[in-house]
């Protein structure tokens, strides 16, 4: 006898978000992802101005600026053109977040000039139509975080 779906998986609405879920541990990452996840976070609590100020000791000003707004750029393009919003942890938290681990990847194919790579996988959370300048944007700050050494070493 066919079973009720909704009996068969039951919501529970104590579940985290979608895109929220952990997967790892931003120590895990990287140093390029992992400083990109931790300015995503900075950028969501603070804006782009806090964003260009962590990166200028490593950074012109000028460049600071540039990458601050390649993903200022990136971040609205995600809640514009994302095919649901994306999820974040807290910036002080340890985890890193489904999507979290998404961003990273999409900076680090960014970082190593990868623009094919970086559209495939920006298809997978955005419209088709954002894929190229998504590709673009990671780029950008990927490569402006490759330029402030911090390929090289970790930084948080």
Do not use: K, Y
């Not at 996840?37 to 540039?66: H, K, Q, Y």
């Not at 998404?102 to 000039?113: C, K, S, T």
């Amino acid at each position: 006898m066919p079973r009720d779906f909704l009996q068969d998986f039951p919501s529970n609405d104590a579940r985290v978000p979608i895109g929220g879920a952990p997967v790892g541990r931003i120590d895990d990452l990287g140093p390029i992802e992992a400083r990109a996840v931790r300015l995503l976070r900075l950028w969501c609590e603070s804006g782009a101005e806090a964003v260009a100020a962590r990166l200028t000791p490593d950074l012109d000003p000028g460049p600071a600026r540039a990458a601050a707004g390649a993903l200022d750029a990136l971040a609205r393009l995600c809640a514009a053109a994302g095919r649901r919003p994306l999820m974040r942890h807290a910036a002080d938290c340890a985890c890193l977040g489904a999507d979290e681990a998404w961003f990273a990847r999409l900076i680090g194919h960014g970082a190593e000039a990868a623009r094919e790579e970086a559209m495939m996988l920006a298809m997978a959370f955005l419209r088709a139509e954002a894929a190229g300048e998504a590709a673009h944007l990671a780029e950008a700050l990927g490569l402006g975080l490759r330029r402030a050494g911090i390929s090289r070493r970790r930084l948080h």
